[in-house]
């Protein structure tokens, strides 16, 4: 009797353990709302067209006591699945539903809060107050006490929007710098004389201070020698990175703002008027630059400014340096 019984019932499993149409493997993505039960998807199955027959769905759930490790989120379905391979696969991974997020080359925290705010991701200023509290966060080397700016790389992340964690984006980008930066000049940067802050310091300035790739190490080495040396003209010598003065502007191509801060001697980014770095970077550079910073190319040159089409024109001395000016038309 009791055999007779359990062939009985999986016959009648078996007669609702049918697949909609066998040949039609046509994808149909389907969304499982957080809290779903398995039997209430029979009527949102059928809706949509991935299979003909909800209550045989759901008497198959209950014959075959399936269906209770189903999962929330996107799944890839079909026609030609029965209900147990549907249950399957609700209860496996779901598609991720990420997009791409870009943080620009060059962009200081401010933009990037204000991007992933514009996405509707995060509350504006979120961000913002994450990535100025470095304690909570982890890096193989030492990360500056007051801002993460500078050492948020800047790269297309795939994003997933429904469970976006600023605190864990932010960790993910400090991961970007060591893997991409840190990791594979690990030697030379403790071999170097400067110290990871100071490199990211100086990636960050001529990130935004040369537009040519192939010119990045030329404008590092004249940085850095302004940096470490006497200039010949004068003693001490400052860097003169007009770049630094746009960091506290709320619009970064503020001309007045910059202007007023240009002029400004208290101002502890104005590199013009104060010796040595500025406290922190200016933004977030790219590799090109962050390599540029490490590996700085020796020349003859003390100064360097670009003509009208953005082409570097770099001299020897303040005399030339002066005729530069003149002759390519450059306050």
């Known amino acids: 009797m009791l055999w007779s019984f359990i062939i009985s019932c999986q016959l009648m499993i078996d007669q609702y353990n049918v697949p909609a149409d066998g040949l039609d493997t046509t994808e149909f993505l389907f969304d499982v709302p957080k809290g779903s039960s398995a039997r209430s998807l029979g009527p949102k199955l059928k809706k949509e067209g991935i299979i003909d027959d909800a209550d045989g769905f759901v008497n198959y759930i209950k014959l075959s006591k399936e269906g209770g490790c189903i999962k929330a989120g996107r799944f890839s379905l079909n026609r030609s699945m029965t209900p147990q391979q549907i249950l399957t696969k609700l209860c496996g991974t779901p598609i991720p539903n990420d997009k791409p997020f870009t943080v620009v080359e060059g962009w200081r925290i401010r933009e990037i809060d204000h991007a992933l705010a514009k996405e509707g991701w995060i509350k504006a200023g979120e961000y913002k107050k994450l990535a100025e509290n470095p304690s909570q966060f982890k890096a193989p080397y030492a990360l500056p006490k007051d801002t993460l700016e500078g050492y948020l790389y800047p790269e297309t992340y795939m994003i997933t929007p429904d469970r976006f964690d600023a605190k864990k984006f932010i960790q993910r980008q400090i991961d970007m710098l060591t893997n991409k930066f840190y990791t594979p000049n690990k030697q030379a940067i403790k071999s170097s004389k400067r110290s990871m802050n100071q490199l990211v310091i100086m990636a960050s300035m001529l990130e935004r201070e040369e537009p040519t790739k192939k010119n990045l190490t030329l404008v590092s080495g004249i940085?850095?020698?302004?940096?470490?040396?006497?200039?010949?003209?004068?003693?001490?010598?400052?860097?003169g990175v007009d770049a630094t003065s746009h960091y506290t502007l709320e619009n970064w191509n503020d001309r007045k703002g910059l202007l007023r801060n240009l002029k400004d001697r208290s101002d502890p980014y104005n590199s013009r008027l104060r010796e040595g770095l500025p406290p922190t970077a200016?933004?977030?550079?790219?590799?090109?630059?962050?390599?540029?910073?490490?590996?700085p190319k020796g020349s003859v040159y003390w100064y360097y400014l670009h003509d009208k089409n953005q082409i570097l024109r770099p001299a020897k001395n303040g005399r030339g340096h002066e005729q530069n000016r003149r002759k390519y038309n450059v306050r």
């Open 223 to 239: 940085l850095w020698k302004r940096f470490d040396e006497p200039c010949p003209s004068r003693n001490p010598c400052t860097l």
């Open 282 to 295: 200016i933004g977030s550079p790219s590799i090109h630059s962050l390599n540029a910073a490490l590996n």
